[in-house]
């Protein structure tokens, strides 16, 4: 059986070097490549492909609310997430929004192959183990007590409170840039951002850019990025 991969993070190198991996073998085809998680969540949809290898810092839309939709839709894709962080936290997050994988970007290639056909014969593999459905649920009751707390409540609303634009406009201001400058980027008027920034503060429960800032840099929804060279720096922040 050919397994159907769909290849899903915003640098092209890490892409083309995960395709050349996994074009040698025989077993498994490539059906597509996208670089940030609202394409990534619409090709999943049209192509549904066995296995998306997802990373979990993307434009738009992160690698776990396409894991989330994707699992809300019931789709019989796969997810094997791929991460610089190896965070307890982030991998019950990955576990309950429905990656059956969770994998650090450093793996060797074969161990990356290994796991995708682990993932189709129905494995999880997690925190370096490889388990059945049964152990798995063990896990992730086992991790959920040692680390307790919120991670106790419903995970949907911890991680993913905010709209794609709204994350879109969150990982800019994580670049530093300031309303107009986001307008300027995204072609929308300096109000509609100043709007969903106020929507931003108040689902966050923070007070200010920099807060929200902080708390989705904590979270690994972002990640620090330089502003975009083409973004008029003259804009004065507001």
């Known amino acids: 059986m050919t397994i159907r991969v769909l290849i899903v993070d915003d640098h092209p190198f890490f892409r083309e070097g995960v395709r050349n991996v996994l074009t040698a073998e025989s077993d498994i085809e490539i059906v597509g490549e996208v670089a940030d998680g ?29 894991a989330r939709q994707l699992k809300a839709i019931r789709s019989r894709t796969r997810v094997v997430t791929l991460t610089g962080y190896d965070e307890v936290e982030q991998m019950l997050h990955a576990v309950r929004a429905g990656a059956m994988a969770y994998c650090n970007k450093d793996i060797e290639p074969e161990e990356l192959i290994t796991i995708i056909r682990q993932v189709m014969m129905g494995k999880y593999v997690i925190d370096g183990r490889v388990m059945d459905e049964n152990q798995v649920i063990k896990w992730l009751d086992d991790k959920l007590r040692q680390v307790g707390g919120a991670y106790l409540d419903d995970v949907e609303e911890i991680f993913v409170p905010l709209s794609p634009r709204e994350m879109e406009i969150l990982d800019l201001v994580t670049r530093g840039m300031s309303n107009k400058q986001i307008a300027y980027v995204l072609g929308i008027s300096h109000q509609t951002v100043k709007n969903h920034m106020t929507s931003i503060l108040n689902k966050l429960d923070v007070e200010d850019r920099t807060q929200a800032a902080v708390y989705a840099l904590s979270r690994g929804w972002v990640r620090l990025r330089p502003t975009p060279s083409s973004t008029p720096i003259s804009l004065r922040q507001a």
């Not at 990534?40 to 434009?59: C, E, F, G, K």
Request: no cysteine.
């Open 38 to 66: 609202e394409e990534a969540l619409r090709l999943a949809q049209q192509l549904v492909p066995d296995v998306v290898v997802l990373d979990i810092n993307l434009p738009s839309m992160n690698g776990l609310q396409v």
